[in-house]
């Protein structure tokens, strides 16, 4: 009976010492921070900044719906979708462009910090 419980004990330890052993989970940083099936807007070039995700767009960026604080303020955007986007200038979509699935920017040009639609096409 002794034995039971000694090996019980020494179980136990086992774990125990397992348990120090583990590390946290890292935070996704930069491009990782995208989702799979989203369109991703970043206010810094090459995914750095604040993100703001997107499953069906946005018509105006400088509305109180959906993530707030991006319009005007993106610099580069990852489409991790399986459909077409498109970036436009101007509420109503005019002065944009369009974008297939998967491409990444990092870097927005002209667009840079001038982007207040989002559209899935």
């Not at 604040?50 to 105006?60: L, T, W």
């Not at 580069?76 to 200038?89: P, Q």
């Not at 005019?94 to 998967?102: D, E, L, R, S, T």
Request: hydrophobic share 40%.
């Amino acid at each position: 009976m002794r034995v039971f419980k000694a090996g019980l004990v020494t179980v136990a330890a086992a774990f125990v010492g397992l348990a120090g052993i583990a590390t946290p989970a890292q935070a996704a940083t930069g491009w990782d921070r995208c989702e799979a099936g989203y369109f991703c807007a970043f206010t810094g070039p090459n995914g750095t900044g604040v993100i703001a995700q997107y499953k069906v767009g946005d018509p105006d960026l400088s509305d109180n719906i959906g993530p707030t604080g991006m319009d005007d303020n993106i610099e580069s955007i990852w489409n991790r979708t399986g459909s077409m986007w498109g970036v436009h200038r101007q509420i109503g979509g005019q002065q944009g462009w369009a974008m297939g699935a998967g491409a990444k920017l990092g870097y927005l040009g002209d667009f840079a910090n001038r982007i207040s639609v989002i559209t899935r096409y």
